[in-house]
């Protein structure tokens, strides 16, 4: 089967400083990762579209400056929350998908960010 | 614009009923179609893939149908459990690595 990782499942900031969650592919390559958010009961809300070697699509509304994707092999992807405060505190969720991959999509299993 | 609709909401049942599960899409243009669960705090978990051209998959007491021209899909759940609450989620991509279009998921509690 297939495998994301992410790390780290939580993490609690102090607000303006920056935090870097890392997702990655462990037995595929994974040329596209999706970053999503949820907040509390409700759905997830999509982020950013990264493919390997590009730089990221961000949805309508998502601050690019603040939310920094890297996706600069095919394993792994990045999302650093820059400058944070307390309103992106949320649950954060990576997804990926290959090219000709026969899986669907996988998840990560989230990361809890808490700036206090 | 691809829109995918679940029903129901929210459905609580006895342990060991059988259930059935609705997801529709608007548009039938789709590559596959993946039914997730997510339990409270965590990721999404994949429970079945159905590529575009297959009609249902099954993993053992999970039965995922798929319909592309009426633009419906129904997972069956035989014989619950409690380990079955959970939210469940249909979710379509357009093409091989475009972004997932989700409903907005059923929860399921059943009950011991």
């Known amino acids: 089967g297939a495998v994301v990782s992410q790390h780290p499942s939580r993490v609690i900031c102090k607000s303006g400083t920056s935090v870097k969650i890392e997702c990655r592919s462990l037995?595929?390559?994974?040329?596209?990762m999706f970053w999503y958010r949820q907040f509390p009961k409700q759905s997830l809300m999509l982020m950013a579209t990264s493919n390997e070697g590009s730089k990221a699509t961000y949805e309508q509304g998502v601050e690019k400056d603040k939310f920094l994707i890297n996706h600069a092999s095919l394993t792994l992807s990045t999302l650093t929350v820059t400058s944070a405060h307390p309103e992106d505190s949320s649950f954060y969720i990576c997804?990926?998908?290959?090219?000709?991959?026969?899986?669907?999509?996988?998840f990560g299993s989230g990361t809890r960010l808490t700036v206090v | 614009k691809q829109e995918v609709t679940q029903i129901p909401a929210a459905l609580s049942v006895p342990e060991g009923e059988n259930l059935v599960l609705n997801c529709s899409f608007t548009d039938s243009a789709i590559y596959n179609l993946q039914w997730f669960r997510q339990d409270p705090g965590k990721g999404l978990t994949s429970l079945l893939l159905?590529?575009?051209?297959?009609r249902e998959q099954t993993s053992g007491r999970l039965n995922a149908s798929l319909d592309k021209s009426s633009g419906r899909s129904t997972l069956y759940i035989a014989a619950s459990q409690p380990g079955d609450s959970a939210t469940y989620l249909c979710?379509?991509?357009?093409?091989?690595?475009?972004?997932?279009?989700f409903g907005k998921g059923t929860r399921l509690s059943v009950i011991a």
């Open positions: 159905i590529q575009s051209s297959q």
């Open positions: 037995d595929f390559q994974a040329t596209t």
């Open positions: 997804s990926a998908t290959g090219q000709g991959y026969n899986y669907g999509y996988t």
């Open positions: 979710a379509v991509p357009n093409s091989g690595n475009t972004p997932l279009v």
